[in-house]
């Protein structure tokens, strides 16, 4: 690693790193998926932090199928809903809510598939990076 520049984000497994990015927004979250798809057989143990956890990360959380999540910074709708389905949230920082792009789109939006499929529609994300 180049001196001053830390990963956004990191997969751990038995306090081991298995996966780091140093880019921003959602993207990271999307190609983490794609490594453990092709990578990992059992996400039992997988561990993941991520530098900002606002709602639409937590959702591709939940979708990726992560059980554990550390997070610099993540929102109280972020943790509602991971709490809400069993994900273990451990943070630096809560804070009421993220000023994002992706946030303000689907606030009002609850249901995972739901949010996932309009993240997809908008550009948010792009399906099969």
Excluded: C, W
């Amino acid at each position: 690693m180049i001196s001053g520049l830390n990963p956004t984000l990191r997969l751990f497994k038995d306090h081991k790193i298995l996966y780091s990015n140093m880019e921003r927004g959602l993207k990271p979250l999307l190609e983490v998926d794609n490594f453990i798809n092709k990578y990992i057989q059992n996400k039992e143990g997988l561990e993941i932090y991520d530098k900002v956890v606002g709602k639409a990360s937590a959702i591709i959380i939940y979708n990726i199928g992560l059980q554990n999540v550390q997070a610099g910074v993540v929102s109280q709708p972020a943790k509602d809903f991971l709490e809400s389905r069993g994900i273990k949230v451990a943070y630096k920082k809560l804070v009421e809510k993220i000023n994002d792009k992706a946030e303000s789109l689907i606030e009002s939006l609850e249901n995972p598939e739901e949010v996932y499929k309009y993240m997809i529609k908008r550009g948010i994300i792009v399906n099969n990076l």
